[in-house]
């Protein structure tokens, strides 16, 4: 069974929403997210914690820890409660840059919140960001009690079609999923190619 086969085909957009389309192969089980990541996302998850602390030391140096302290546990690196696998449903998603200077961008920008979604396709789960200039689509995985792993790509609300995940390094979307509060999750995505040194996005449910 080759790698090819069980990452996603396709990825197209139609009215907002993006649809994936599978390889027909049996879903490549939740736990083995590391056979499907690439050696460059292997990498920048294998350091999340390092890009968090990296993050809120720029923010902080730049003047923004008390935004920060306002959030916790959002930025922390031990935040994570039992059970990360988030429901299906509607989510209310903002996403806050940290440590913008390495590319001349700002210490700390949060931005207004967006709407997310989380799907179930047989046993597996889909995510995908709705709204917004930049946007992010892609599959869900266990790695453990506390831990999921996202693999996605990114692309522009004005494109009508998503690249599939591995096959353009800097589309490609990495990130780890936490519960961090009775109603809360948080997808740390460390190292993305621009803009920042990490990218976390605070997740809570809303209705339809």
């Given amino acids: 069974m080759t790698r090819g086969r069980l990452v996603i085909m396709a990825m197209l957009a ?33 350091d999340w914690q390092k890009a968090l602390q990296e993050g809120r030391a720029g923010a902080t140096q730049g003047g923004e820890g008390g ?3 306002a959030r916790k546990p959002l930025f922390e690196e031990e935040a994570a409660l039992p059970d990360s696998k988030i429901p299906a449903g509607l989510y209310s998603c903002s996403v806050t840059k940290l440590d913008g200077d390495a590319s001349g961008g700002l210490p700390y920008i949060a931005y207004p919140a967006f709407r997310c979604r989380v799907t179930v396709n047989g046993d597996r789960r889909h995510f995908i960001k ?13 790695a453990g009690t506390r831990h999921s792993i996202y693999l996605g790509t990114s692309f522009y609300g004005y494109e009508d079609k998503a690249v599939p995940y591995g096959k353009t390094e800097k589309r490609d979307q ?3 999923v936490e ?4 109603k809360r999750w948080r997808m740390v995505f460390p190292y993305p190619y621009y803009e920042s040194v990490v990218n976390v996005m605070e997740l809570a449910p809303v209705a339809d």
């Fill in 14 to 46: 139609s009215a907002g929403l993006v649809s994936v389309a599978v390889a027909k192969d049996s879903p490549h089980p939740e736990s083995q997210w590391r056979e499907l990541a690439t050696a460059a996302d292997q990498k920048r998850l294998d």
């Fill in 67 to 69: 935004k920060l302290s």
């Fill in 130 to 142: 709705l709204t917004g200039s930049q946007r992010t689509t892609g599959w869900l995985y266990e």
């Fill in 174 to 176: 990495a990130a780890v």
């Fill in 179 to 182: 519960r961090i509060g009775p």
